[in-house]
């Protein structure tokens, strides 16, 4: 039921995004206001991404210039604890490339050079940055394996299929 409702709020906000002009969606208006909220939703109890990551954070941490954003929403957790971040950014004409560049080097340092509460370090891995056209994505979302005595594989495979959905929800945004 749950998936459901999803598919349906999110068909209901494609209906209003399409652009018939250019069918792969590269450069559709997408308000990303939409997406967060469909993401949100998808995820539910395990979206937990509930702080606004300020200007001086997304610059001088993440590395993102502010004058190559049109428009972004970051989201992280309240709790140190987690490390659940979600950053969508709609890039300025031709600054797409690079927007995904320094999400990327943000990702890699998460990955090899970020200290990590072993519980994290599943989803740490299974992280990505995905790209739209002039929309890109850095997902580090969803559930905790409770699975009892799960190998580290299985839990990045776990944090691997979590971004996955997240990946896929996005995707039906630009359809």
């Known amino acids: ?24 969606g590269a450069n559709n208006k997408v308000a990303l206001s939409d997406v967060q909220q ?5 995820l539910q109890d395990d979206y937990v991404a ?28 309240m709790m140190s604890t987690h490390v659940d ?16 560049k320094i999400l990327n080097e943000y990702r890699n340092f998460l990955v090899e050079s970020s200290m990590q509460y072993p519980g994290n370090i599943a989803k740490v891995n299974a992280s990505e940055v995905v790209r739209h056209g002039d929309y890109v994505f850095f997902i580090m979302l969803g559930g905790f394996d409770q699975r ?3 190998s580290e594989e ?3 495979e776990f944090a691997k299929n979590e971004v996955a ?3 896929e929800v996005i995707g039906n945004f630009f359809k």
């Open 38 to 42: 469909v993401v949100e939703a998808h």
């Open 85 to 100: 971040t979600f950053i969508s950014v709609k890039a300025k004409t031709d600054k797409a490339n690079d927007v995904e």
């Open 1 to 24: 039921m749950k998936k459901i409702g999803i598919i349906l709020i999110a068909l209901i906000m494609l209906v209003g995004c399409k652009n018939e002009s250019n069918p792969q």
């Open 50 to 77: 509930s702080m606004d990551i300020d200007q001086t954070q997304l610059e001088e941490v993440i590395g993102l210039n502010m004058a190559d954003i049109e428009d972004v929403i970051a989201k992280q957790p």
């Open 148 to 150: 009892d005595g799960v």
């Open 154 to 156: 299985q839990q990045l």
């Open 165 to 167: 959905e997240i990946k």
